[in-house]
């Protein structure tokens, strides 16, 4: 399988939950890697499935179609890391970027000068995005 056809496991780390010098705080891990056979990348909260962005790979293209966050994790922020640790991969990958469910396009708006470029010109409009990108140019 060549690398068009998937994407590429973002990111393990571990972290702390509350302040190391607080009695009681528990180390988790959260791990985000890509699940090709489902067409979507996952951040996995220890061993447990955390939150999903649902994509569809196209030549040159990927098209981020939806996400969902498992409630026993909300508050966590799990789906804004995933998807900016997906947009940070496929700008790597020179992918162009359709935003096609709202939250993804939220994360864009919000951070325009990193994830704005990605969105070719040509669609800011359909995706009701800011026309002018001469500052968020992607970076190939």
Known sequence: MN???RLSIVSRRRETCGSSA????TSVSVTIRDNSA???CEIYYDENL???V???LTEGRIAFMHTETDP???GRRLARRLVEHALVDVRERGLEVL????YVRKVIAGNPERFLGLVPVSEHERFDLPANVGYAR???
């Open 54 to 56: 649902a994509y569809r």
């Open 50 to 52: 955390g939150a999903l």
């Open 72 to 74: 026993a994790f909300g």
């Open 99 to 102: 935003p096609f469910y709202p």
């Open 3 to 5: 690398s068009f056809n």
């Open 138 to 140: 992607r970076r190939r």
């Open 22 to 25: 607080q009695p009681g705080a």
């Open 38 to 40: 489902e067409c979507r």
